[in-house]
C-alpha cells in the first residue's frame, strides 16, 4: 500500500482582532491485495483474487471567527471535500490466469456551512451553540463485469446519481456553580454518509459469503446528550463525572438475507 498526502494552513489574524483560516489538502493512496484459498487438507495454496484499489481526496476549509458585544466568539465557516475511488479485481482464477475481472467506481463531494457562537453570559455560565449544513453528492458509480482475456462485457450496471442534504446542530452550557464545582450539559446531532465503498462494492470471502454493497444507503443519523459535573478540591484534586446517551438512526451494518444451497 502507497500513502501521498499533501496539507497547507494559512492563519490571519487582523488588528481587529478578527482570525481568518484557510485549510487544503490532497491525498493520493494505492492498495494492491492478493486472497488465497486452501484445500482441505490445507497443503494447497491457490490464489483467489488479486485486486487494486487506487483512490484520491480533496479538501478546503474556510473560517473567520471574530468576537463581538465584548461576551460573543462568533464563528463561521464553510468546507468542501472530495473523493474518489476505484477497484479492479481479477478472480476465478485457472492456474495463475484469472478468467473475470470485477472493476467499481464512484466518486463523493460534501459541502457543508457553519456557524458558532461561544458567549460568556455572566454569572459563571458559558454558552457554545452551532448548527451546520451539508449537502452530500455521490455520483459515477459504475460496477462491470469482464471476461478474460477476451474482455468481453458480462454485465455493466450504472448507478442512480443521488443527493441529500442535512442539517446538524450542537448546544453545550457550563455553569461554574462555584470555585470548587462545576455543571455541564450538552445535546447535539450528527450523521455519517454511506462512503463509496459501503455503496459500490461487494465483498467475497474464500468461503463464499457474499456481503453485497448498497447503493440506497442513507446517512447514519446520531442524537446525543452529555451531563458531567467537575470538583476541584485545591490544586491537588480534579474529579470529572460524565454520563451520556446516544441514539443512532439507520445504521449501516451488516446483514444476513439469505443462504445460497
Request: a positive charge; proline letters at 3%.
Given at each position: 500500500?502507497?500513502?501521498?498526502?499533501?496539507?497547507?494552513?494559512?492563519?490571519?489574524?487582523?488588528?481587529?482582532?478578527?482570525?481568518?483560516?484557510?485549510?487544503?489538502?490532497?491525498?493520493?493512496?494505492?492498495?494492491?491485495?492478493?486472497?488465497?484459498?486452501?484445500?482441505?487438507?490445507?497443503?494447497?495454496?491457490?490464489?483467489?483474487?488479486?485486486?487494486?484499489?487506487?483512490a484520491a481526496s480533496t479538501g478546503l476549509t474556510l473560517q473567520w471567527t471574530q468576537m463581538a458585544f465584548s461576551t460573543h466568539e462568533l464563528s463561521v465557516g464553510a468546507d468542501l471535500t472530495s473523493a474518489t475511488g476505484k477497484l479492479s479485481e481479477d478472480h476465478t482464477f485457472t492456474g495463475v490466469e484469472p478468467?473475470?475481472?470485477?472493476?467499481?467506481?464512484?466518486?463523493?463531494?460534501?459541502?457543508?456551512?457553519?456557524?458558532?457562537?461561544?458567549?460568556?453570559l455572566g454569572h459563571g455560565v458559558r454558552l457554545v451553540a452551532s448548527a451546520r449544513a451539508d449537502v452530500v453528492s455521490?455520483?459515477?458509480?459504475?460496477?462491470?463485469?469482464?471476461?478474460?482475456?477476451?474482455?468481453?462485457?458480462?454485465?455493466?450496471?450504472?448507478?442512480?446519481?443521488?443527493?441529500?442534504?442535512?442539517?446538524t446542530y450542537s448546544l453545550g452550557l457550563r455553569w461554574q456553580?462555584?470555585?470548587?464545582?462545576?455543571?455541564?450539559?450538552?445535546?447535539?446531532?450528527?450523521?455519517?454518509?454511506?462512503?463509496?465503498?459501503e455503496m459500490y462494492q461487494p465483498l467475497y470471502s474464500s468461503r463464499g459469503s457474499v456481503t453485497e454493497s448498497n447503493p440506497q444507503l442513507n446517512a447514519e443519523r446520531l442524537r446525543g446528550a452529555v451531563f458531567g459535573?467537575?470538583?476541584?478540591?485545591?490544586?491537588?484534586?480534579?474529579?470529572?463525572?460524565?454520563?451520556?446517551?446516544?441514539?443512532?438512526?439507520?445504521p449501516i451494518m451488516d446483514v444476513t438475507l439469505g443462504v445460497a444451497g
Open positions: 500500500q502507497s500513502f501521498d498526502d499533501a496539507r497547507l494552513g494559512l492563519r490571519w489574524v487582523r488588528p481587529s482582532g478578527g482570525i481568518a483560516t484557510v485549510a487544503v489538502f490532497a491525498n493520493k493512496r494505492t492498495a494492491i491485495g492478493n486472497s488465497t484459498a486452501f484445500n482441505s487438507a490445507r497443503t494447497v495454496e491457490t490464489l483467489a483474487r488479486q485486486n487494486r484499489s487506487p478468467t473475470r475481472q470485477r472493476n467499481v467506481g464512484g466518486s463523493q463531494q460534501i459541502g457543508g456551512v457553519f456557524v458558532q457562537d461561544a458567549a460568556d455521490s455520483q459515477h458509480g459504475r460496477r462491470t463485469e469482464l471476461t478474460l482475456p477476451s474482455r468481453a462485457v458480462r454485465f455493466d450496471s450504472a448507478f442512480a446519481d443521488r443527493q441529500t442534504s442535512r442539517l456553580q462555584s470555585e470548587w464545582l462545576g455543571l455541564r450539559v450538552s445535546g447535539y446531532e450528527a450523521f455519517r454518509t454511506p462512503s463509496l465503498f459535573a467537575g470538583v476541584t478540591l485545591g490544586r491537588a484534586f480534579v474529579g470529572r463525572v460524565t454520563t451520556y446517551l446516544t441514539r443512532v438512526d439507520s
